[in-house]
Nanobody, 115 residues
């Protein structure tokens, strides 16, 4: 069983920055593919960024150049650095782990952007 705990959400002004963290339990973190998803009210949960165990990353087009996903395997933590936040960025952000065919989710952290 893997547990994911997100932190770092909150209120930020448009154009500002925020860093989300996701701390994972379990011994297989280093080979897991970790991702950040977001879900705005009334909308589906969509992938924002993903990083493989080897460090390969991919991003949804709307956040390329603004968001950076990274991981620290020694701390079993994945990060999402969010810069130049825009009005369409507010949502609940969820951490996701895919390990050996299994999928796990965190409880989510709210990000609110003020104009």
């Amino acid at each position: 069983q893997v547990q994911l705990v997100e932190s770092g959400g909150g209120l930020v002004q448009a154009g500002g920055s925020l860093r989300l963290s996701c701390a994972a339990s379990g011994s297989l973190f280093s080979i897991s593919t970790m991702g950040w998803y977001r879900q705005a009210p009334g909308k589906q949960r969509d992938l924002v960024a993903r990083i493989t165990g080897s460090g390969s990353t991919n991003y949804v087009d709307s956040v390329k150049g603004r968001f950076t996903i990274s991981r620290d395997n020694t701390k079993k933590t994945v990060y999402l650095q969010k810069n130049s936040l825009e009005p369409e960025d507010p949502a609940v952000y969820y951490c996701n782990a895919q390990i050996l065919g299994n999928e796990y989710w965190g409880q989510g952290t709210q990000v609110t952007v003020s104009s």
